[in-house]
């Protein structure tokens, strides 16, 4: 059962092509990361799968209806979120209402309600805080709670992306490089993470560079070069491609 | 190991002592200092002794507020963990029934202490209150920088005024309907204005500010061009009329604690959330599922809702409007009022507009320097409160 479909997705920016054709399908609870040197129009992917830019030609596929091109919030109720790959927390909000926004289209109660605190009001807000607290205990910050999200340290501004996406009770989750600058012993933390969301029933896609991460986690990897997919395959099966080599370390003279 | 951390970083509430004592002295040098300045500045218009009695008043009220702020940390930080805080919910309301109380029975009993000079004050206090908490809405919760608010408050002002004295509704039936014309003003300046951003949004708003003005000047037949509307009445409520100033400031008083109530409610529902993940990041809060278009949209309406509540005020006070009222400078001088008490920052904003108001009555004194010494003010605060006056939140670059 395919989650997520792309079809020859393709987008221009002006003569540069950053999306070529681009096709493949995420089977529902895998774990799938897209590779690729830079430039290779990973995060264009992305941003393509969650409204943020408008792909020029080919299609998206969300449980066999289409997605392509609809605005980034009607994107997230289908059920997709993601993180950032240049963290883009609310800074000056606390960690919990970090969490708390991302639950704002779960959240039903008007500007009545609100004003005369209503009952529905006030459950819902007690509701999404215990949730809330639930999200970050899933990637251990429910400590840091009431801290401003600028105080928490880089490692778990990442996870506090990871949990505000999450909180969005989404199907297929998007992580932008969630390990990007951390040392081997926090990549371990975020990939246990990741495996947590599986078990969760998360299809995961990410974005990575760090190797050790991607052969251990993945089922299925799609590398891209210059916004061409030039493999798909298990990791052993990416491992020994010659194109994903020669788009690595480039061709031999004498090949 | 979580809770370490956070510590280490400097989390504002969970300093540790010697950290937190090195702060104090710091504010309080600082304070002093801004104290000094203040009265070197006071010095050539009132002689040696007002400007020494205005050192020593102010550095008192400094040092105590910086003292004030000490206690309310610890206060915060005796609390427990986190978690247990938010739990039990007491983090969402620090200021405790028995304050709120003493603080209305202190409101209500203005008229009764007050000369009518200072009650004219207090009645002019509370509708820039209104206005700056509205316009909070906009700068502060949602980051969308407005400067044609007035406006607004404008519209609100002659809506009331024509209904009045043309068609003869009394106050409480044009209320309404004033109400419902300035938030429709709002939303459609809002609809082509939000396809801007940042610096071209402010200038758009800039120019919707001097349109209203300048139709208002010229449409002699319908607003009495520069002449402007006379005879505009006062409230009744209950067949007593609200002429005096005790009883307008009653009225007064009601507006601005609804507008307080319903104001903070808000920011602190989903609608606030949204308005205030919007100023942080955009994108951001798109991709969590906010419709970043719609709640601008509402944000320039609520807003304009409260400017539109402090016209109708304004104008059955005055029982007169022109356009003269509704100039940019007073755009700018709401502006102030919201940066100077902390943008976002519900109380700090009351009290900025509060200063802003009542300082230059203080200062009426020295004449036409008294705008020298608040310009002075303001830059002061900017260089060493660039956070606003009361506000404990830490300002991001984009507003510092």
Same mark, same amino acid.
């Given at each position: 059962m395919y989650l997520l479909e792309v079809r020859e997705l393709t987008k221009h920016f002006g003569g540069i092509r950053a999306l070529d054709q681009v096709s493949f399908k995420v089977r529902e609870g895998s774990i799938t990361s897209i590779i690729g040197p830079n430039g290779a129009g990973k995060t264009t992917l992305f941003n393509c799968l969650t409204g943020l830019t408008k792909p020029t030609g080919g299609m998206i596929l969300l449980s066999d209806a289409g997605i392509g091109g609809m605005a980034p919030h009607a994107i997230v109720s289908l059920g997709v979120a993601r993180t950032f790959q240049n963290i883009r927390l609310f800074r000056d909000m606390t960690v919990l209402e970090n969490v708390l926004v991302s639950q704002h289209q779960r959240m039903r109660s008007g500007l009545f309600k609100i004003v005369s605190k209503h009952k529905d009001f006030l459950a819902e807000e007690e509701n999404a805080r215990c949730r809330g607290l639930e999200y970050l205990g899933l990637v251990g910050l429910e400590c840091s709670?009431?801290? %401003?999200?600028?105080?928490?340290p880089y490692g778990d501004q990442r996870r506090l992306e990871i949990a505000r996406a999450l909180a969005t009770e989404p199907a297929l989750l998007l992580l932008d490089e969630p390990t990007a600058g951390m040392n081997p012993q926090e990549s371990g933390e975020i990939m246990e993470i990741i495996r947590k969301l599986q078990a969760l029933g998360k299809t995961v896609i990410l974005i990575e560079h760090d190797m050790k991460v991607v052969m251990g986690i993945s089922e299925t990897i799609v590398v891209l070069d210059h916004g061409v997919k030039i493999a798909e395959g298990t990791p052993e099966m990416i491992k020994s491609d010659p194109l994903v080599i020669e788009a690595y370390l480039g061709r031999g003279i004498f090949a | 190991m979580k809770n370490e951390e956070s510590k280490v970083t400097g989390g504002n509430r969970t300093h540790k002592d010697e950290n937190s004592s090195l702060d104090t002295r710091h504010s309080l040098l600082r304070s002093l200092f801004i104290a000094l300045w203040l009265s070197i500045l006071f010095l050539p218009f009132k002689g040696l002794l007002p400007s020494l009695i205005l050192f020593v008043v102010l550095s008192l009220t400094m040092t105590s507020l910086v003292f004030l702020r000490g206690y309310a940390r610890t206060l915060i930080g005796k609390g427990g963990l986190a978690i247990e805080r938010i739990r039990s919910k007491k983090v969402f309301r620090p200021s405790s029934l028995v304050t709120r109380s003493l603080l209305l029975i202190i409101l209500l009993a203005v008229p009764f202490l007050l000369r009518d000079y200072l009650l004219d004050v207090a009645i002019l206090s509370g509708i820039y209150i209104i206005l700056a908490l509205g316009l909070n809405v906009v700068v502060g919760f949602t980051g969308l920088l407005n400067l044609g608010f007035v406006a607004f408050y404008a519209v609100g002002a002659y809506t009331y005024a024509l209904l009045n004295v043309k068609l003869g509704l009394g106050f409480w039936e044009a209320l309404p309907l004033s109400l419902a014309l300035t938030t429709l003003s709002g939303f459609i300046l809002a609809i082509p204005a939000l396809r801007l951003r940042g610096d071209y949004l402010a200038i758009v708003t800039l120019g919707f500010g001097e349109i209203v003005r300048l139709i208002l000047n010229n449409w002699d037949s319908l607003t009495?061009? %520069?002449n402007g509307i006379p005879g505009i009445a006062s409230p009744h409520t209950f067949g007593l009329s609200m002429e005096t100033l005790s009883r307008y400031y009653y009225v007064t008083l009601g507006a601005v604690l609804l507008t307080y109530v319903v104001v903070s409610r808000v920011r602190s529902s989903r609608i606030g959330r949204a308005w205030i993940a919007i100023r942080e990041d955009e994108i951001g809060a798109s991709s969590m599922g906010i419709s970043t278009m719609r709640y601008k949209l509402y944000s320039f309406a609520f807003g304009s809702f409260w400017a539109g509540l402090a016209g109708i005020l304004f104008a059955a006070k005055m029982r007169f409007v022109s356009p003269e009222s509704f100039t940019f400078m007073e755009s700018v001088l709401i502006l102030c009022m919201v940066i100077l008490g902390g943008l976002g920052s519900i109380g700090g904003v009351i009290m900025g507009s509060v200063v802003l108001v009542v300082l230059p009555e203080v200062l009426r004194e020295v004449q036409s320097y008294r705008m020298i010494a608040l310009g002075a003010g303001l830059i002061l605060i900017m260089i060493f409160r660039p956070q606003g006056l009361f506000s404990g939140r830490k300002i991001s670059k984009r507003f510092g």
């Open positions: 709670a009431d801290i %401003p999200s600028f105080n928490l | 009495g061009g %520069p």
